[in-house]
T-cell receptor, first 115, second 116 residues
Framework: GENVEQHPSTLSVQEGDSAVIKCTYS??????FPWYKQELGKGPQLIID?????GEKKDQRIAVTLNKTAKHFSLHITETQPEDSAVYFC??????????????FGQGTILTVHP | GAVVSQHPSRVICKSGTSVKIECRSL??????MFWYRQFPKQSLMLMAT?????????EQGVEKDKFLINHASLTLSTLTVTSAHPEDSSFYIC????????????FGPGTRLTVL
């Protein structure tokens, strides 16, 4: 099955700096890669996603890049703000069929943005 | 759009009792719903995949007789933790996937289960 590795496990930055979180996946059939932000005691919230036919996607301060050959994808947050502090998870999915698009999650990154 | 709700948000029960958690897609039809368990400071672990009108598919190591899943309609799935024990205490999260080719899942707010 799919295996997703996420690094770093913790990331501390100053407000205004950039933050980068990286993930690798093992299943070459995976074609959907979402990123989630989870605040304490809440469910994950989708912040951005990318599909395998695209190399990069950007939404304001957030961007994701995908390298299919190397099987890794990254989350980039620019101009970080204290409210960006949360746990971030990457995930990978290999689509429908018998898996029904189930997601395999990375281990999570605790991002702390210091004012 | 694409809102998923869970009820209850928090439940405390005695060991040996059963607890039912509801997951609803409020503004879309979910052909597939997923149930996850998350222990403190850990990632989400998929427990089972639930398809409307059919039996749930459980991940390896998840006891289907202990975690009963029912997906009776396109907007509701339930997870029942039977004969709960303290080790079942966890954060349970559901997600719903819309019809069609998109893999996007929408997550509920989670249910905190504490078994005394």
């Amino acid at each position: 099955g799919e295996n997703v590795e996420q690094h770093p496990s913790t990331l501390s930055v100053q407000e205004g700096d950039s933050a980068v979180i990286k993930c690798t996946y093992s299943d070459s059939a995976s074609n959907y890669f979402p990123w989630y932000k989870q605040e304490l005691g809440k469910g994950p919230q989708l912040i951005i996603d990318i599909r395998s036919n695209v190399g990069e996607k950007k939404d304001q301060r957030i961007a994701v890049t995908l390298n299919k050959t190397a099987k890794h994808f990254s989350l980039h947050i620019t101009e970080t703000q204290p409210e960006d502090s949360a746990v971030y998870f990457c995930a990978a999915s290999s689509g429908g069929g018998t898996s029904y698009g189930k997601l395999t999650f990375g281990q999570g990154t605790i991002l702390t943005v210091h004012p | 759009g694409a809102v998923v709700s869970q009820h209850p948000s928090r439940v405390i029960c005695k060991s040996g009792t059963s607890v039912k958690i509801e997951c609803r897609s409020l503004d879309f039809q979910a052909t597939t719903m997923f149930w996850y368990r998350q222990f403190p400071k850990q990632s989400l672990m998929l427990m089972a995949t639930s398809n409307e009108g059919s039996k749930a598919t459980y991940e390896q190591g998840v006891e289907k007789d202990k975690f009963l899943i029912n997906h009776a309609s396109l907007t509701l799935s339930t997870l029942t933790v039977t004969s709960a024990h303290p080790e079942d205490s966890s954060f349970y999260i559901c997600s719903a996937r819309t019809q069609g080719a998109s893999n996007e899942q929408f997550f509920g707010p989670g249910t905190r289960l504490t078994v005394l």
